[in-house]
């Protein structure tokens, strides 16, 4: 099992996306909002590119934000 957060390329201006500054083969925004746990073997995923120390502490303190009071 694994959290996962989908991407989209339709990037909209929401608090809780962000769009994603580092990669170099994956464009447009994660949803923040839209945290999912999936079976990454039932869903045969496939590694594309590793994001961003830079990019992933940013998704992960929107991400916090969806959680605090």
Do not use: A, W
Not at 14 to 31: M, R
Not at 44 to 64: C, P, Q, W
């Amino acid at each position: 099992m694994v959290i996962v957060c989908p991407i989209t390329s339709n990037t909209k201006d929401f608090p809780t996306h962000y769009c994603l500054k580092d990669t170099k083969k994956i464009s447009g925004s994660v949803l923040c909002e839209h945290i999912q746990s999936i079976d990454y073997e039932v869903r045969n995923l496939k590694y594309v590119e590793k994001m961003s120390e830079r990019d992933f502490n940013n998704v992960m303190d929107l991400m916090n934000s969806c959680f605090e009071d």
